[in-house]
């Protein structure tokens, strides 16, 4: 027994890099199913429960901040987010403050509306990316259309359908940021701090750990925290997928790299005892 330990404890080390790759990638595949149960917290049902009691007569403005490179996170909580918007019906605007983070959200939505009846213009529209940081966000605070003048497409927004009745902070009924960087502050210094107007945020992982005293403080109602938001959330909406999957990948690794340990100690323990044998 003490022979085997210790050959395993001399296994090359790239039939190790293999199983880990292997563990990383078998989740993603579109066959495989792991039954690994995904636990809600608090942070992404308070986003949730937001967004089910959401009036007809208000919109949710969504500040996509993200780019290709954090894509893996921020583009899983997009996703999940869209469908609980689309599943209830809620009128929504994207926009952003990165350059990339509109578009993409525009592709996302646009593959999403035909399953749930929605239109562009009817039930969603998109304001394209913004600059002016904090003075954009106070102006759009007092004066939505005036602010936004056109969307992605060139049409004035006061002709878009899913806009009337759309004039300012009175008629937001929620802001959520999704955003790989430090774009929360304008939203939340002005449309929170002085309006009162709901916040949320999805954020990449090295971030959300910065930003949990603001949901400690009702500052925040809901926070998507990395990955591990996103497959909440598409737990909480029932529609499993990257995130979920991404999740999948990562405790399989961790799984193995456990049993890497727990293999490597055990030799060792091996090595000993036949060292004070001898």
Not at 115 to 134: F, L
Not at 160 to 165: I, K, N
Not at 181 to 207: D, H, M, N, R
Request: a positive charge; aromatic letters at 8%; proline letters at 5%.
């Amino acid at each position: 027994m003490d022979n085997i330990w210790l050959r395993l404890q001399r296994i090359d080390r790239r039939i190790l890099y293999i199983l880990l790759i292997l563990a990383l990638s078998v989740p993603q595949l579109p066959f495989f199913r792991l039954a690994q149960k995904t636990l809600v917290g608090p942070q992404a049902m308070g986003l949730y429960e937001v967004i089910e009691k959401m009036p007809k007569d208000k919109i949710v403005i969504l500040s996509c901040d993200w780019s290709p490179g954090t894509r893996g996170e921020n583009g899983p909580q997009t996703t999940a987010i869209l469908h609980h918007l689309m599943q209830k019906g809620v009128r929504f605007a994207v926009m952003g403050q990165d350059l990339l983070g509109p578009r993409l959200t525009q592709n996302i939505a646009e593959k999403m509306q035909r399953s749930y009846g929605r239109k562009y213009g009817s039930d969603w529209c998109n304001w394209g990316y913004k600059t002016g940081g904090s003075v954009m966000i106070i102006s759009l605070a007092k004066d939505i259309p005036g602010t936004i003048e056109k969307d992605i497409r060139g049409t004035p927004v006061d002709k878009l359908p899913v806009m009337q009745g759309i004039q300012s902070h009175k008629d937001v009924g929620l802001i959520i940021v999704i955003t790989a960087s430090g774009t929360l502050g304008g939203w939340l210094q002005f449309f929170q701090g002085v309006y009162k107007t709901p916040l949320a945020e999805a954020c990449t992982g090295v971030i959300a750990p910065g930003e949990f005293p603001l949901l400690d403080s009702g500052q925040l109602v809901g926070l998507l925290n990395g990955m591990k938001g996103a497959a909440e959330y598409e737990a909480l909406v029932k529609r499993p997928s990257l995130g979920t999957r991404g999740m999948q990948s990562q405790s399989m690794a961790f799984i193995l790299i456990a049993l890497f340990i727990l293999i490597g100690n055990l030799g060792y323990l091996s090595a000993r005892r036949r060292e004070r044998r001898a």
